[in-house]
Nanobody, 116 residues
Framework: VQLQASGGGLVQAGGSLRLSCSAS????????MGWYRQAPGKQRELVAS???????YYGDSVKGRFTISRDNAKNTLYLQMNSLKPEDTGVYYC???????????WGQGTLVTVSS
C-alpha cells in the first residue's frame, strides 16, 4: 500500500497544522494506522495511532495537543496538531502494520518545522 503524507510546513510556536495521509488502498489493510515523527538526529517514533475500531494512542509529548482521525471513504488519515512546539519539528510519516505482515510504503513524509 502506497502512502503519501502532506500538509507540513513552517509554523510559529503555538500555531496549528493539519497533516493528511492518502492511502492507495483500503486503510482496513492495516491493523492500525499511525503518524510517526523523525526529528533531526533521532529515531523515528510513533506519536499517534488509531485502530480500525477507533481506539487511539497518543505519545506523552503530544497528548492534549494532537488529534488523529480518518475518513475511511477517502482512505485518508489526518493529524490535527495544535499548540505546536519547536520540539515537534521533524518529518512526519503515516504508516502501520499490515494484516498480512510488514508495513506499508513509508514514502517521503512531510516536513514540519516549528520556530520559536
Amino acid at each position: 500500500v502506497q502512502l503519501q503524507a502532506s500538509g507540513g510546513g513552517l509554523v510559529q510556536a503555538g500555531g496549528s497544522l493539519r497533516l493528511s495521509c492518502s492511502a492507495s488502498g483500503s486503510m482496513f489493510s492495516f491493523t492500525y494506522m499511525g503518524w510517526y515523527r523523525q526529528a533531526p538526529g533521532k529515531q523515528r517514533e510513533l506519536v499517534a495511532s488509531r485502530t480500525n475500531s477507533g481506539n487511539t494512542y497518543y505519545g506523552d509529548s503530544v497528548k492534549g495537543r494532537f488529534t488523529i482521525s480518518r475518513d475511511n471513504a477517502k482512505n485518508t488519515l489526518y493529524l490535527q496538531m495544535n499548540s505546536l512546539k519547536p520540539e515537534d519539528t521533524g518529518v512526519y510519516y503515516c504508516n502501520g502494520p499490515l494484516r498480512g505482515g510488514g508495513f506499508g510504503s513509508w514514502g517521503q513524509g512531510t516536513l514540519v518545522t516549528v520556530s520559536s
